[in-house]
């Protein structure tokens, strides 16, 4: 193929313009079949970080599967109990859900990746920050009453009902999204030859409206986190089972501490994709194990010291004193190598014990009656 190029331009205010586009061999402005193949070359994740990023991933989803299956095996064990399995529950299939939000962005841009990215981020978030702002809100209405003197019971259901509204919110202004102006795969040209053919671009996910309903999401779950921080806070120290508001109030200080510095620095490398692929997968998996190690691990290593000491027979030091009581002639029982409980002995004791408490409870009772 030989062509002679000849632009026609003009100079106006000192920047030339060109009126008259290449005019090829048949006399026509279109660009010839048989010109030479271009190569373009598309921008996008190394191999190397989305080995980083699955990794990251399958990390978290492992560590979520574990979790889940050691609260429902140790359910009944006191420790389980009293922080409540169902926001266990809640807190883990969040967490579960943030980690694999790193797949599809570990992929191509496509329509199904681009829809399920904020889905599953967004989803999880708010499952896994309503269950900490809900366990939260329960502390506080129980020592606020305790403050009063006045007995409340407080069930899963009184206090689910902020999360199941701030579930219900998220889901709309995603659904609203999906359906109004859905996430799509858009090509970014970044430069192209003389003759109009694209040599460089890369892919990303964008709508038309996208900053207005992140802005709405942003809105609706920043605001409900800044407002749970200042109850954790407020409930730092109070004194309950595990120290489970100290905890609290150190993951939602994990979070706020891991967003103020993960969004900005998204917001200023969204056109460089490995750095905003890497930061993501990073920021998630920093919220995700904050989550695991602040509010199962102290649990997972305070039920596995009940079952160890309960497995070499130590009891209380009011247990072992009603097991000395005994005599060799009544009937024992083995709580362990080595360790002889005279059951009958301790029976006796402990009854009369509970019906000394009985009466002096009694006795208190009409003292504050008669005051």
Known sequence: VRFKGVETSILNSGTWTVIKPYTFNDGTHTIPLDLPVVIEHAYGIGTGLKVVGMILSFVVIGLAFIVGVWTYRNRDQHVVRASQPIFLYIIDAGTLLMGASIIPLSFPPGDVACLAFPWLLTIGFTLVFSA???????????????KQFKRIKVTPGD???????????????????????????????????????????????????????????????????????????????ISTELSESKYIFKVMYAMMYGLSLGIPILVIAKESIGTYYFVWAG??????????????????????????????????????????????????????????????????????????????NQKLKELCMAL
């Open 159 to 237: 206090v689910m009902k902020p999360m199941i509204a701030l579930l219900f919110l998220n889901i709309v202004v995603l659904t609203v999204w999906t359906v109004i102006d859905p996430i799509v795969r858009q090509t970014i040209v970044v430069e192209r030859d003389d003759f109009d053919r694209v040599t460089k671009s890369y892919d990303i996910c964008e709508s038309n409206h996208d900053v207005i309903f992140l802005s709405v999401l942003g809105v609706i779950n920043l605001g409900s986190v800044l407002f749970a921080c200042i109850q954790a806070y407020q409930t730092r120290g």
């Open 132 to 146: 900490l702002f809900t366990k939260t809100r329960r502390i506080k209405i129980v020592m606020q009453s305790a």
């Open 283 to 360: 920021l998630i998996f920093l919220i995700c194990s904050s989550i695991f190690a602040l509010i199962f691990h102290p649990k997972i290593v305070a039920t596995w010291k009940d079952k160890a000491a309960k497995k070499l027979g130590h009891m209380p030091i009011r247990w072992q004193k009603m097991a000395n009581s005994g005599t060799p002639d009544e009937n024992r029982e083995s709580l362990g190598e080595g360790v002889k409980v005279y059951s009958t002995a301790a029976r006796e004791t402990l009854e009369e014990e509970n019906q000394k408490l009985d009466e002096e």
